[in-house]
């Protein structure tokens, strides 16, 4: 029973998470009851802007490379021979 009460609370929750975020996105598509909109000015200057989206994408680049180069690593070794111990 405690089992089934759990997933439903976790599906409760989900269900609510979800619902907040569709919420959030119509107001700040809509412009009303969120703190930043679509709409509102920008903060900052374009350079800095700009090194803070070089960085983010350097981020996502690097840790796909290196999953990339681990993935291809494993598969390159996964049909090799057995070493010996000679």
């Known amino acids: 029973m405690f089992r089934r009460s ?22 700040f598509l809509g412009n009303f009851l969120v703190p930043k909109s679509i709409d509102s000015p920008r903060a900052g200057s374009v350079a800095q802007a700009i090194l803070v989206d070089a960085g ?23 049909h090799a021979p057995p070493r010996s111990n000679c």
């Not at 983010?56 to 996964?78: E, H, K, M, N, P």
């Open 6 to 27: 759990a997933i439903f609370a976790y599906s409760i929750a989900s269900y609510a998470v979800f619902f907040v975020t569709y919420l959030y996105a119509a107001g």
């Open 56 to 78: 983010l994408r350097g981020g996502d680049a690097r840790g796909r490379f290196l999953v990339r180069g681990l993935r291809s690593q494993a598969a390159r070794t996964a």
